[in-house]
């Protein structure tokens, strides 16, 4: 069985321009989150979505913004790329929200803002 | 603010003896906590979980305890073997396990000595 695929691996992006980044989750799940890991704040939440629909959002400005297919692979998009925005962008996958001891993470995007 | 506190960065520990990974919280409405394991370039993979109506899980190596009056949990392995050596995240929900996002510690590095 196929696990959480998180395509591009690495990207480079200048100040300014914005990214989109892709996930398809294992077979079956219907619920995507996304997380951001910086060294300086760890891993932090994103968002989720289930059945396409944003179900809880994380503090972070509306330049992040996501959504989600009928075939449960999900998108993030960051526009006016900062530099802060350097990290690594992780997603996880599970049957349904909130079922986290089995959630699947994928191996992330990593996003360097030049 | 960090609600969800992991203070040793990274931890030391010969082989053979036990590791102890130590987390820390502030926010009262945490009732779910769990454990990831991380190794480099890869996502972060469910360890142990524990419910707030528990003080303690088992499972093989592995053992979490939570301590409610002092909003503290901590993660023993016993004994610590070299493929241990990882990132380990602390993370907690505030519905039970139920669909809300996952709030993250920074994580402790374990380097388990020969």
């Known amino acids: 069985k196929a696990g959480v695929t998180q395509t591009p691996r690495y990207l480079i992006k200048t100040r300014g321009q914005q990214v989109t980044l892709s996930c398809s989750p294992i077979?079956?799940?219907?619920?995507v989150s996304w997380y951001q890991q910086t060294p300086g704040q760890g891993l932090q939440f994103l968002f989720e979505?289930?059945?396409?629909?944003?179900?809880n959002k994380g503090n972070f400005p509306g330049r992040f913004s996501g959504r989600q297919f009928s075939n449960s692979r999900s998108e993030m998009n960051v526009s006016t790329l900062e530099l802060g925005d350097s990290a690594l962008y992780l997603c996880?996958?599970?049957?349904?929200?909130?079922?986290?001891?089995?959630?699947?993470f994928g191996q992330g995007t990593r996003l360097t803002v030049v | 603010d960090q609600q969800v506190k992991q203070n040793s960065p990274s931890l030391s520990v010969q082989e053979g003896r036990i590791s102890i990974l130590n987390c820390d919280y502030t926010?009262?409405?945490?009732?779910?906590f769990l454990w990831y394991k991380k190794y480099p370039a890869e996502g972060p993979t469910f360890l142990i979980s524990?419910?707030?109506?528990?003080d303690k899980n088992e499972d093989g190596r592995f053992t979490v305890f939570l301590n409610k009056s002092a909003k503290h949990l901590s993660l023993h392995i016993v004994p610590s073997q070299p493929g241990d050596s990882a990132v380990y995240f602390c993370?907690?929900?505030?519905?039970?396990?139920?669909?809300?996002?996952?709030?993250f510690g920074k994580g402790t590095h374990l380097i388990i000595q020969p």
């Open positions: 077979s079956g799940h219907r619920s």
């Open positions: 993370a907690a929900s505030a519905t039970g396990g139920g669909a809300d996002g996952l709030t």
């Open positions: 926010n009262s409405m945490f009732d779910y």
């Open positions: 996880a996958s599970s049957l349904e929200p909130g079922r986290w001891t089995e959630a699947f």
């Open positions: 979505y289930f059945s396409e629909t944003q179900r």
């Open positions: 524990i419910s707030s109506i528990k």
